[in-house]
Structure formats: C-alpha cells, structure tokens
C-alpha cells in the first residue's frame, strides 16, 4: 500500500510556524513493513558523526528542519532509517527523510487502511 504525503495537505514553508514539509513523498508502507532495521543500517547512514541535534530541530525553526531533510535525501539508508522510525514510533525528530508530522500521517493513514 502507498501513502502518498503531497504538499497540498501540508502546511506552507512560507508561513515559518510550520515545519516545511517535502514537496512530494511516497510510502510504500506494506514495503517498508518488511524492511530488517535489527542489523546496523545506521552506520551507513549520512548523518553518521554529525551533531544529532541537528536531527531535533525546532518545528518553528524552517532552516533548521531543511537542513536536517537535505541530509537524509541524499541517504543510502533512508528507507531503513523511516521503517526503524514507524517501528519504533519515534515520536521526534527527523527520521528517514521525515518530520514528526509526516510520520504520524503515514501511520494514521495505515490505521485507516
């Protein structure tokens, strides 16, 4: 199943009180179901021996979560990083190219599936 997380039901970066939101996101939820995150994915992870506070940014704060995001879509473990994330519902932070918010939507989606 593909939840699809498209600009139009996320808010704006124009307005800087909302976290910015990529324009366009596929999740192959039942996918990435069957993604093994026990083994040790994280460290070839492009955000390996980076301050993590990165990773936590301010919601309100658009640079800082763009510049979180900009690290992970270039990431060769950012599949496994977002399975690791829905798996354990990490309630924080920017996991597998995802804020807090687009993750709490793929879940809520397959809930309702």
Known sequence: MDILLDASSQPSMANPSTT???????VDVDALAAVDTSGQWYLHGACRGLDA???YPD?????DVARALAVCAGCDVR???LAHALGRRELTGIWGGTTERERRQVLRRRRSA
């Open 20 to 26: 910015p939101l990529m324009d366009r996101v596929t």
């Open 53 to 55: 506070a990165i990773f």
């Open 59 to 63: 919601p309100d704060v658009v640079e």
């Open 79 to 81: 599949e496994t990083c």
